[in-house]
């Protein structure tokens, strides 16, 4: 799924082209890009979707936003380990591992 994520600026990169900033998603941080919102401040909360921030929004909806997002388990499904995810809807803890282990023991790295 791909949700529009309220998360908090926490620093801003003026020297990059695009303006991109550190966004903080209740634990999880990512760039964005701020291109829509050039005088956005460190501090503000903003709605970020696929990588864009989009709109501000002020604090007390964005922590009761991320709040709901976390209970539902929507942030680990946003930003958690897709690999780890499909591989436990699969029943398979750990597909990385098992790949690694018999290159290890026939001798090919192909």
Not at 21 to 47: M, T
Not at 67 to 87: P, R, S
């Amino acid at each position: 799924m791909c949700l529009a994520v309220p998360g908090k600026v926490v620093a801003i990169d003026h020297h990059a082209d695009p303006l991109t900033g550190l966004i903080d998603f209740g634990g999880v941080q990512k760039q964005a890009c701020l291109e829509y919102l050039p005088d956005v401040r460190v501090g503000e909360y903003v709605i970020v979707h696929v990588g864009f921030a989009l709109q501000r929004l002020d604090e007390e909806s964005a922590r009761a936003s991320l709040e709901l997002f976390k209970e539902l388990g929507l942030l680990e499904e946003e930003f958690g380990d897709a690999w780890a995810q499909a591989a436990e809807q699969a029943g398979d803890p750990a597909p990385h591992a098992s790949g690694a282990g018999e290159r290890e023991k026939s001798g090919s790295e192909a």
